[in-house]
């Protein structure tokens, strides 16, 4: 069985979204379980709808709600261990669980999943990793939010997270990397990002096909299966692409409604714009991933509805199924062992941990 953990207080609606959507999510997947956190008034009476669920979960009362406006540091302070979010998160540091989904305070999620569960032995930093729709499938960008700036070794970390997570859900031998530059030629783009490329080459990983440098609109042409940047640049381009799609399907929703004939024009042409509307859907690509803590964590958009969540929830299920902490701890060991300069790294950001 997988188990899941969640926090039914985070995002914008709490348990009337969650609930349902793990719900739905039952009806699928015979194998998973649940281990619900939240206040019991508000989460009981939504439980009680669905009784099939309510028959496979565990659910456990929580004082406190981390707020979607709480700053890191009060999340961590002011009570966490009473928490919905740290609870949850707790469940898989002490092996109750196998990964953990909230809609919560993003800030707050990763700062008490950096303090509970720890970064691996070797990363610095871990990185939030998206789903992103292309023309060609999906694409795994790294990071979006969790690393403003990074170094060399910081950028091939991600590089490795990726490949790891590309190799879980899309059941890719050997997935192909870029990093995410101004150009792509070699002699362009900062410091940190040509020393990073020229050291993945060196290595060789057999576990992944690095590619060299790509730019902004190889990101959605679906270029490489993993695109490797720091969580500035890639957290811009994530909000720009969603807020390009809503656009897009604002433009399309005016149009189709502003005379007659486009209004009998779309009532022939209602399957395309139906799979349009599919592959622009935000919902289907909803969960970020915490990548390079010691333990699996998707965090869902706030604002996701059923669908949405259930989406996170799916994909906690298959990095779980698929072993990503196995196939990204092998990554590493061959890393490593293939370039032996960063074993003095290792030792010390194993003793800073510590």
């Keep these: 069985m997988i188990r899941i953990s969640i926090d039914a207080m985070g995002g914008d609606h709490g348990p009337s979204v969650v609930i349902p959507a793990l719900a739905a999510v039952a009806t699928r997947r015979s194998d998973i379980r649940f281990i619900i956190f939240g206040r019991d008034e508000a989460v009981r009476p939504e439980l009680e709808k669905h009784p099939r669920l309510a028959e496979i979960s565990e659910f456990f009362h929580a004082e406190i709600s981390v707020r979607m406006d709480d700053k890191p540091s009060q999340a961590l302070r002011h009570g966490r261990w009473k928490s919905s979010m740290w609870r949850a998160i707790e469940a898989v540091k002490t092996g109750q669980a196998d990964a953990c989904v909230s809609a919560g305070n993003t800030g707050a999620l990763m700062a008490m999943s950096k303090f509970c569960l720890r970064t691996m032995a070797t990363i610095d930093r871990p990185a939030i990793a998206a789903i992103w729709p292309t023309t060609r499938g999906e694409s795994v960008v790294l990071d979006v939010g969790a690393t403003i700036g990074a170094d060399a070794h910081q950028l091939i970390d991600f590089a490795i997270l990726g490949t790891g997570m590309a190799r879980a859900l899309f059941d890719i031998e050997r997935p192909t990397v870029g990093l995410l530059n101004v150009g792509v030629e070699e002699v362009k783009g900062q410091e940190e990002v040509k020393e990073a490329g020229q050291l993945l080459r060196e290595v060789n990983l057999a576990s992944m096909n690095y590619q060299g440098f790509v730019e902004g609109d190889d990101i959605g042409r679906g270029t490489v299966d993993v695109v490797v940047t720091e969580g500035f640049a890639g957290n811009i381009a994530l909000k720009t692409a969603e807020g390009t799609a809503r656009q897009i399907a604002g433009y399309l929703r005016s149009a189709m409604s502003r005379t007659l004939m486009a209004k009998i024009g779309y009532f022939f042409a209602k ?84």
Excluded: W
């Design 271 to 354: 399957a395309a714009f139906d799979s349009l509307r599919e592959k622009m859907d935000v919902r289907r690509a909803n969960g970020g991933v915490f990548l390079g803590l010691n333990g699996i964590v998707v965090k869902s958009h706030g604002g996701a509805d059923q669908d949405g969540f259930a989406a996170a929830i799916e994909m906690a299920y298959d990095m779980v199924r698929n072993r990503l902490l196995d196939r990204i701890e092998a990554d590493f060991d061959l890393f490593h062992a293939r370039n032996p300069l960063t074993s003095v790294r290792r030792s010390a950001t194993a003793d800073e941990q510590e």
